[in-house]
Antibody, heavy 119, light 111 residues
Framework: QVQLVQSGAEVKKPGASVKVSCKAS????????VSWVRQAPGQGLEWLGW????????NYAQKVQGRVTMTTDTSTSTAYMELRSLRSDDTAMYYC????????????WGQGTLVTVSS | NFMLTQPHSVSESPGKTITISCTRS????????VQWYQQRPGSSPTTLIY?????PSGVPDRFSGSIDSSSNSASLTISGLKTEDEADYYC??????????FGGGTKLTVL
């Protein structure tokens, strides 16, 4: 069965970076992409970007463009999302989700990784 | 870019039918597919409807999606409401840069 398992919770100071991992199993990793979505406490969903696991092409949301880097490691079927220059408003649950291409639905989701930014 | 506007909250009794709207602020709602996600408290979202009206396997036919060009909106209809349907519901579409856009979410209370 398809599973996306994310890395554990992180606490970071303002200005630091965080790198969240998302290990996929149960399907051929390179035939799908991965989107990253975050949810601030008590708030709605916010899309951060998408990466193709086939060729590494990326498409980032304007709000985080320049601070975010999404990568994949096909040898371990793992996707990564790194966010730099963290601010307090980056505190959120970060989800990875499978998406065949950038414009298809997110059919499987990871369990979420809570990133807390606090001094 | 456009926005997707949903009611903040809705409520209805068990067994009834409810419809949650998702209005696109500019551009034709039919131009890009709309998806609907359900998020129960403390859980990750799951897909209820994709490509405007399709249901993934395992999603009951009590859930249906539609679009209406006259109101430029998409709708999620849930019939035969159950207490387990209490959750947040999000609509989602794409802009011309293939950037995903979510509605603000609707909290459904079944009382």
């Amino acid at each position: 069965q398809v599973q996306l398992v994310q890395s554990g919770a992180e606490v970071k100071k303002p200005g630091a970076s965080v790198k969240v991992s998302c290990k996929a199993s149960g399907y051929t990793f390179t035939t799908y992409g991965v989107s990253w979505v975050r949810q601030a406490p008590g708030q709605g969903l916010e899309w951060l970007g998408w990466i193709s696991a086939y060729n590494g092409n990326t498409n980032y949301a304007q709000k985080v463009q320049g601070r975010v880097t999404m990568t994949t490691d096909t040898s371990t079927s793992t996707a990564y999302m790194e966010l730099r220059s963290l601010r307090s408003d980056d505190t959120a649950m970060y989800y990875c989700a499978r998406a065949e291409v950038a414009t298809t639905d997110l059919d499987y989701w990871g369990q979420g990784t809570l990133v807390t930014v606090s001094s | 870019n456009f926005m997707l506007t949903q009611p903040h909250s809705v409520s209805e009794s068990p067994g009834k039918t409810i419809t949650i709207s998702c209005t696109r602020s500019s551009g034709n709602i039919a131009r890009n597919y709309v998806q609907w996600y359900q998020q129960r408290p403390g859980s990750s979202p799951t897909t209820l409807i994709y490509e405007d009206k399709k249901r993934p396997s395992g999603v009951p036919d009590r859930f249906s999606g539609s679009i209406d060009s006259s109101s430029n909106s998409a709708s999620l209809t849930i019939s035969g409401l159950k207490t387990e349907d209490e959750a947040d519901y999000y609509c989602q579409s794409y802009d011309s840069n293939n950037h995903m856009i979510f509605g603000g979410g609707t909290k459904l209370t079944v009382l």
